[in-house]
């Protein structure tokens, strides 16, 4: 399996659909579990490519495992206005994707709840 993942993922935050359509295989298809979305790769390329926004991000961490690549990263629009992070784990046949699913979440503070408990701390205050 050889995939260019860092090229990959810039594709997706620059929104090429000529770049992307070469990472998968004619048939692919992906997963959004977190808005109970299936695509087929035209329809995600057309989600990914007409989403409104400039966008930037870093790939935080790439892991391969046999055919399958899992990513993290945190993805925002150019003007800093938001922040998101997400998982995604890609099948590779051939060297090109075969499915990916994708989880996604909204950044922001910990729920009222968990800091009326006076539990944790920011990540950017851990030494790891």
Same mark, same amino acid.
């Given at each position: 399996?050889?995939?260019?993942? +860092? *090229? $990959?993922?810039?594709?997706?935050?620059? +929104?090429?659909?000529? *770049? &992307?359509?070469? $990472? $998968?295989?004619?048939?692919?298809?992906?997963?959004?579990?977190?808005?109970?979305?299936?695509?087929? @790769?035209?329809? #995600?390329?057309?989600?990914?490519?007409? #989403?409104?926004?400039?966008? =930037?991000? !870093? @790939?935080? %961490?790439?892991?391969? /495992?046999?055919? !399958?690549?899992?990513?993290?990263? %945190?993805?925002?629009?150019?003007?800093? /206005?938001?922040?998101?992070? *997400?998982?995604? $784990? &890609?099948?590779? %046949? =051939?060297?090109?994707?075969?499915?990916?699913?994708? #989880?996604? *979440?909204?950044?922001?503070?910990?729920?009222?709840? %968990? +800091?009326?408990?006076?539990?944790?701390?920011? &990540?950017?205050?851990?030494?790891?």
């Amino acid at each position: 399996m050889m995939m260019d993942i +860092q *090229a $990959f993922f810039h594709a997706v935050l620059v +929104q090429d659909a000529q *770049a &992307l359509h070469a $990472f $998968f295989h004619e048939d692919a298809w992906v997963n959004w579990p977190c808005t109970n979305e299936h695509f087929t @790769l035209e329809e #995600y390329i057309r989600a990914n490519c007409e #989403y409104p926004g400039d966008w =930037d991000g !870093e @790939l935080e %961490r790439a892991t391969v /495992s046999g055919d !399958e690549i899992i990513m993290a990263c %945190r993805v925002y629009p150019r003007d800093h /206005s938001a922040s998101f992070h *997400a998982v995604s $784990f &890609l099948q590779i %046949r =051939d060297g090109r994707i075969a499915s990916m699913t994708e #989880y996604w *979440a909204d950044d922001g503070p910990a729920p009222a709840w %968990r +800091q009326e408990m006076h539990i944790g701390r920011p &990540l950017n205050e851990v030494a790891e």
